[in-house]
């Protein structure tokens, strides 16, 4: 089976910094795109950012210019680099595959990012 495992969450101060990783049990280099995702308590989980297979990014309007997702193919890990934090970013984050256009999507548990003063 597939396996994702965030990391990198926590507690920082408004206009701090975290990086996110998601390990991957897979060769993630051929995968249709890989994403992050976040949900706050009594929210619905909302697409991040994503990663295409051929690289291309996308990112929400409420992120842009301050969240950059990448990853390492030979290292089977994606990243969320998360700068200017504030406390609208407090959420799970979670690790999303998609393999390809008509094959099966996979999740990671979450991982924990609380802004707070």
């Known amino acids: 089976q597939v396996q994702l495992v965030e990391s990198g969450g926590g507690l920082v101060q408004p206009g701090g910094s975290l990086r996110l990783s998601c390990a991957a049990s897979?060769?993630?280099?051929?995968?249709?795109?890989m994403r992050w995702f976040r949900r706050a308590p009594g929210k619905q989980r909302d697409l991040v950012a994503t990663i295409s297979r051929g690289g291309s990014t996308n990112y929400s309007d409420s992120v842009k210019g301050r969240f950059t997702i990448s990853r390492d193919n030979a290292k089977k890990t994606l990243y969320l680099q998360m700068n200017s934090l504030n406390p609208e970013d407090t959420a799970v984050y979670y690790c999303?595959?998609?393999?390809?256009?008509?094959?099966?999507?996979?999740w990671g548990q979450g991982t924990q990012v609380t802004v707070s003063s």
């Open positions: 897979l060769n993630i280099e051929p995968v249709y795109a």
């Open positions: 999303n595959v998609k393999m390809s256009l008509w094959g099966p999507e996979y």
